[in-house]
Structures are given as C-alpha cells and as structure tokens.
C-alpha cells in the first residue's frame, strides 16, 4: 500500500488485515518499531480526533511526529502554494497526513509527493481512515459488517465520512441502507451512482427505526455550503432524540464520527446503544494500523 486517498484503495482482504493490525494494536499501544521514521501532519482544516489520532499513533509506534494544524503559521500565508509545501513536507518526512478543504487536495499532494499519502479529509469527498475507523466499530460491535441494515441520517450531502463509509459498504454486503435526511441533504448523485447494495431514501426515520442495526449521525457540515441561507434553511431539520433511540432494536448501536452539535440528545451517551465513543478511541489503533502498513515492514 503507498498512498490512502480514497477508500477505494483499500479491497476487503485490506481492510480485514487492518482490523487485525489494530487488534494488535490496540492489546498494545506502545507497540514502538518505527523509531527511524517521521511523520508529517499537514492540516490545513480545523481537527481536533484525527489530527490528535494520528499523532499518538505516530508516537505509539516510536516514530517522531511534525506539523501543522493550521495553514495561517505556515509559508502558504505568505503566499507559498501548495505544491511548494508539499514538496518541502515530502523532504521532511516519510509519510504525510494531509486534511484539506479542497475536493480532490490529497490526491494532488500525492501527485506530487513521492513518500505516501494519507488523506486525513479533503472537502467533502472523502475521508477513508474514518471509515476503516467506523467499520472496525461496527465489526466490534456486531462480529460481522455484512448483512446488517444502516440507516445514515443528517448531512449525507457534504459529509465526508458518509461519503467514504457509503463507498467502504460496496466491498461487504449490507441487508438495506436507508438514507434518513432533508431532501436537499440526501447522498449526491454520483456517489449513488456508484452504491452496489439496496438503499432508499426518506426524510422520516421512525418509519424504519425499528429495522435499522447501525445509525449513523452527522452534523450538518456548515462550511460546505456556499449559500448561508441554504444552511440556514435547514439548519435544524433534523435531531435524533431519546425517544427515537428507545425505539431501536435492543441490540442497535448509534454511531457518529464527531464533533456533533445539536443533532444529537446528549441523553443518548447513557443508552447502550452509543458507540460514538468507543468508536472515537479506535482511532489511535486503527491509525496505527494504516500508519504501519504505509510505513512499511514487518516490526
Ligand atoms: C469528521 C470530518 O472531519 O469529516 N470529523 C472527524 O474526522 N471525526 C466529521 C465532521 O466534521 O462532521
């Protein structure tokens, strides 16, 4: 494996070692084999798990972690484009994590890069480790991915996570997938276009609540929209409460990639049905995972 851009580099042979890796990983986090290399964080978008994620799985490994996590105390606020950055991160390290609001950022650094890279979030098209993240969650959770129904509910428009984790469902084989959101925040065409499974779309989740084993939440991705008053007319058209919560399956897992804002009742944390927690902690292990793999080796 050289670069992680989209989850489409991964196939589910791929993803199932990387479970594995962050079993291992995850028995033991200071695992430590990499003390000779470097990795680069470049993120040019606020982050608060991945960012942080990535860099104690770099450190868990033993290799040493530079970076940025805004592009205002870089030279790009000079004025330096983002080719000379990127070859200049390429000189520095041995790997670069790179999160941008630019669709289509990660795989242009990676035209340029020889070492890896890893998109940590381009905009609103992809954000594959999230995804090995969710379905490691699931996997935990239920001992299988396929066969199972998922009901995505919010911003299924600009999510990203969504987005990767819709295409990581095209390798197993889902029962059913709902898309629960406002009509104008339903999955953009050219990703359906794509979808190999079963899915409907409808704006009402208690319709199919008591079906679904795996929702999965977003928050309406605010800075995607490039008309303030689109936002503002669906700002609050959605929210999963605690009585929807308590209509689901006993056995039913809530997910969400976080941050969450007011689509979610903070009621739920108490339910057994939240995962977004445990899924979350996953992200140090399962970056492990990625990070080994492209780093290269056995350790
Ligand atoms: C997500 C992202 O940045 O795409 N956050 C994350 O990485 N956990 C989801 C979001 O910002 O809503």
Known sequence: MHDLISIKDLNRELIEELFLLADKYNKNRHAGGFEDKVVAGAFFEPSTRTALSFETAAKMLGAEYIGFRSWEGTSLAKGENLADTIRMLDNYADCIVMRHPNDGAARFAAEIAEKPVVNAGDGKNEHPTQSVQDLYTIRNSFGKID??????????????????????????????????????????????????????????????????????????????????YEYKKVEASYRVDLALAEKMKSSAIIMHPLPRINETDRGIDRTKHAKYFAQASFGVPVRMAVLSKILGGKR
């Open 147 to 228: 066969g199972l129904t998922y009901g995505f509910v919010g911003d299924l428009h600009y999510a990203r996570a969504v987005n990767s984790l819709l295409l990581a469902l095209n390798m197993f084989k889902p029962k059913k997938v709902y898309f629960i959101s406002p009509e104008s925040l339903t999955v953009r065409g050219e990703v359906l276009r794509t979808l190999n499974y079963k899915y409907e779309a409808l704006a009402d989740p208690n319709k199919v609540i008591d079906e679904i084993d795996v929702m999965y939440i977003t928050r309406i991705q605010k800075e995607r929209f490039t008309d303030p």
